[in-house]
């Protein structure tokens, strides 16, 4: 492993480069890969040649939860001994790792619709061929790269055009856009979802205090009943996906039974970082206002009765353009308070279509909500110290780092 980008790097003459998606054109060492002449290739290319031949291949897309999907089925098939591989944008506990090779005949890809490399501007999902495929729908996301939900919604219409007529596809029947992409596929179609419609629908069960349980129905049969630790109505549909996505490769209803109990999770999803004098630090990757939304009614659920500090940073390339600057008033209601940080790469950002923090928080207490707004890491870990008490929650969500505030809030409580 080499320390920084060096041209130098590459002067033994691999057979092969491998460009990841933020290596721009101007890198050295995509500069002397260039000029050497030397073979590439991008990361999802890789992936497919290397760890998805010969393998039966699962693909998980969506704007939202892909990730504990695909995580969910490589802990299902790993669980009931299948020994899958598996590529995936997150740290599964269950394995400590994001990847995993395995000497089974499964594969599980996170298929992203970001883009692929500075050579190929489509969707990374593009140039997998899956035996099954997840789609658990599609909002607007990544405003640097989709002009509209109908851009997006193209993308997800080109992957679907490519899987092969022998796979299936099970896809979240009640996304608003789901009737017109699923219309006239070659493949097999099986939608999921609450509707009595859906072919894998779910039903929630009588609460239990730290578990999330639910009964699937395979068309009109009860397929199993089922219980995880992830919290919050989001999951049960990925998890729902994931049983289907199970079953259709063999496993029985007991066997994901035992798996999803022993589900660990993913590091950044819902994780505790710990309790210190009574207040539990929760780190969440949620950004879009949906799975803020989600995030924060998922920790309520499983804290009804704790005083929720909800903490969010703006960070992404979407999240800090204007785009949902009037849905995320609407996404905070289930916590008791709300501290909200300046973006901190707005420079990024051309200034007329900046995403404004202090215009959250105002509209926040419009609603009737205690808000605050901050510029400085530091002032929302001396603030949210001193206004935290013994058992109340405080959830972080930011898909960076935030100045490591998780250590710094347990320091300072």
């Not at 969707?123 to 405003?143: M, N, R, S, V």
């Not at 009943?225 to 996505?245: E, P, Q, T």
Request: aromatic share 10%; hydrophobic share 40%; glycine share 8%.
């Amino acid at each position: 492993v080499s320390d920084g980008f060096s041209g130098d790097n590459l002067a033994y003459g691999p057979d092969l480069v491998v460009v990841g998606n933020a290596v721009k054109r101007d890198n050295p060492e995509a500069v002397c890969m260039l000029e050497m002449g030397l073979p590439y290739c991008s990361m999802p290319q890789a992936i497919n040649r290397f760890m998805a031949q010969n393998r039966r291949t699962v693909v998980v897309t969506g704007t939202h939860g892909k990730t504990t999907t695909a995580s969910m089925v490589a802990w299902l098939l790993q669980s009931a001994g299948c020994d899958p591989s598996f590529m995936i944008g997150g740290i599964l506990n269950n394995f400590q790792a994001n990847y995993r090779v395995g000497n089974g005949g499964y594969m599980v890809i996170e298929g992203d619709e970001y883009d692929t490399a500075f050579f190929d501007k489509g969707p990374k999902f593009l140039h997998y061929l899956p035996d099954i495929a997840i789609w658990t729908g599609a909002e607007f996301d990544h405003a640097d790269i989709f002009r509209d939900l109908d851009h997006v919604r193209t993308a997800f219409d080109a992957f679907f055009a490519q899987i092969p007529g022998d796979s299936t596809l099970m896809a979240h029947g009640e996304d608003p856009g789901a009737e017109t992409l699923l219309a006239g596929r070659s493949c097999r179609v099986e939608t999921y979802g609450t509707r009595s419609s859906d072919f894998w629908r779910l039903e929630p069960e009588i609460r239990q205090p730290g578990w999330n349980r639910f009964s699937v129905f395979r068309g009109s049969h009860l397929f199993g009943r089922f219980r995880m630790k992830a919290a919050g109505a989001h999951n049960r549909l990925n998890a729902l996906s994931a049983v289907a996505a199970a079953a259709d490769l063999g496993l029985a209803p007991e066997a994901i039974a035992r798996g999803l109990e022993t589900f660990a999770g993913i590091r950044r999803r819902q994780e505790v970082r710990g309790v210190k004098n009574g207040v539990t630090v929760i780190d969440d990757f949620a950004h879009h206002p949906t799975a803020v939304r989600e995030t924060i009614s998922a920790i309520r659920s499983f804290y009804p009765e704790n005083r929720l500090i909800a903490v969010f940073e703006p960070r992404t390339n979407t999240s800090m353009r204007k785009v949902f600057q009037a849905v995320y008033p609407t996404v905070f209601d289930d916590a008791d308070i709300v501290c909200v940080r300046k973006p901190p790469l707005l420079h990024k950002v051309p200034q007329d279509q900046r995403f404004s923090s202090g215009h959250l928080v105002a509209d926040l207490r419009a609603r009737g909500m205690d808000a605050h707004y901050f510029t400085d890491t530091g002032d929302i870990v001396s603030f949210a110290a001193r206004a935290a008490a013994d058992g109340d929650v405080i959830l972080v969500m930011s898909n960076g780092g935030f100045d490591n505030i998780h250590e710094r809030l347990l320091e300072a409580l």
